[in-house]
């Protein structure tokens, strides 16, 4: 049989495909993992960064999709990684929920949610809706009236509280050192995700190559390394080495590895260190 060159599950330069045409913030936004960079992942994912407040605001209106999502607003400082560096409101099934913090929300496929309203900004941040069951921009936000305006504001019809779907405050783990868990079954029940966020700097890194060779049976995982530059989102200020099934890649800009359910993998091995970044882990199909 012939050897698997593991590069194909290498992401290492974004497309700009969505949400063009928006000022003060990244537009299009970054496409880190889709169907077009890894044929059959079946997974979309785009980071963005805000660079004030969004013009116009909104610009993203209610919708919802046939697929479960999960949105990050994730801060922009290393130093204060749980600081967002603005003020939100996000509308879910109709239910204004109000944020300054890194957070994350868990969308069931078919919940209504939006618009997302910027009411204050202090510094640049991230804004990355994941997409799990699909990995085609089309498929996912085309038909979901995202870009559809809306003259009034959308009103909850249920008794349910969607807080429920918030993550504003992380647990910290057995992850890699500076890592914080985002989004588990713990934290939201019913929820089969579990994200880690962190951002790495020279102490972490040296502290991640201790962890072990590892492989998960039951789940994809898919790993972003992205650059923490807002005015350089590209450049990762670092160069690494993942081992992916036995097969050493390096890495120097911002990339997304996918890691199929079953393949072993080795944690980051850093060979150079200029500045820090921002590591997100996405575990697929467990809680």
Not at 95 to 121: D, E, L, R
Request: proline share 8%.
């Amino acid at each position: 049989m012939p050897k698997t060159d593991y590069e194909k599950y290498v992401v290492r330069k974004p497309l700009y495909e969505a949400f063009g045409g928006t000022k003060n913030r990244q537009s299009p936004t970054m496409t880190m993992i889709s169907n077009k960079q890894i044929p059959g992942c079946n997974y979309y994912m785009e980071p963005g960064w805000i660079y004030g407040i969004p013009d116009p605001n909104p610009s993203l209106h209610e919708h919802s999709h046939d697929f479960d999502e999960i949105v990050m607003h994730l801060g922009g400082d290393y130093r204060t990684p749980q600081v967002l560096g603005g003020e939100v409101e996000f509308y879910v099934g109709g239910q204004p929920i109000v944020f300054n913090t890194s957070t994350a929300f868990y969308i069931p496929k078919g919940t209504p949610h939006g618009p997302v309203i910027w009411k204050k900004f202090q510094f640049p941040h991230l804004q990355m809706a994941i997409m799990c069951g699909t990995g085609s921009a089309g498929e996912a936000w085309e038909t979901s009236g995202i870009h559809k305006e809306k003259n009034i504001l959308p009103k909850k019809t249920t008794d349910f509280d969607y807080e429920r779907y918030v993550v504003r405050s992380p647990m910290r783990e057995k992850g890699p050192d500076g890592a914080l868990t985002y989004m588990s079954a713990l934290q939201v029940p019913g929820a089969k995700y579990h994200i880690e966020y962190g951002w790495m700097t020279p102490q972490n890194a040296s502290r991640i190559e201790r962890i072990k060779e590892m492989t998960h049976q039951d789940a994809d995982e898919i790993i972003l390394n992205l650059g923490g530059d807002s005015a350089a989102p590209e450049d990762l200020g670092a160069e690494m080495e993942f081992s992916l099934g036995g097969q050493v890649l390096t890495l120097n800009t911002t990339s997304t590895i996918f890691v199929p359910r079953g393949i072993k993998h080795h944690p980051l091995r850093y060979k150079e260190f200029r500045k820090p970044h921002i590591f997100v882990a996405i575990m697929c199909g467990v809680g």
